[in-house]
């Protein structure tokens, strides 16, 4: 009975952290940013679910959020594949550099911030067939190094309060 009832808050916290997730995603576009820079406030969740759930989950997390996001909010297509390229990218680059002992968190969100903005633009490139698009990269960069200082902060101050919670 315990496994089914500690299932269900799974489940239910999941559900809540997409919820979290698409809102902060409708927040961000809300925002009237230069093109192709994005807060990637939902970032902060991602970096939750690595550190106080487990891997497969915060994947699981990034597709349903690109997923649904683009259902809701774009389309299935082009902002699709770059958005799953961005998010696959730098989930796969923050799960691998959060192993490295003593990395904090921050560090972790800036090379997540800098790896989806990469993943996006290689994505656009290959997509559109448009070298031009690659002059984006450095302004890109920037953003996600400064954005993903901010989302890391968040994270960080974030787990700290909930690192008492057993999920």
């Known amino acids: ?21 698409l809102i902060l995603g409708w927040v961000e ?3 009237p940013l230069p093109h192709g820079v ?44 770059m958005g799953l390229a961005g998010g696959l990218l730098s989930l796969t680059a923050m799960v691998l550099i959060s192993r490295i002992r003593g990395m904090h968190p921050v560090t ?7 790896c989806h ?23 890109l960069i920037l953003s996600g190094l400064f954005f993903g200082a901010l989302t890391g902060i968040v994270a960080t101050m974030t787990m700290k309060h909930l690192k008492h919670m057993r999920f």
């Open 38 to 81: 994005k807060l990637g406030l939902s970032n902060s969740v991602l970096i939750f679910a690595v550190y106080m759930l487990d891997i497969p989950t915060a994947f699981v997390l990034m597709f349903f959020k690109v997923f649904l996001s683009n259902l809701l909010f774009g389309n299935l297509g082009t902002t699709f594949m």
């Open 108 to 114: 972790v969100s800036i090379v997540g911030g800098v």
């Open 1 to 21: 009975m315990r496994k089914k009832r500690f299932d269900a808050r799974r489940v239910a916290l999941c559900g809540l952290l997409l919820a979290v997730m």
């Open 29 to 31: 576009k809300q925002i």
């Open 117 to 139: 903005n990469v993943g996006q633009i290689l994505m656009a490139t290959v997509l559109m067939r448009n070298q031009v698009i690659l002059s984006l990269l450095p302004w």
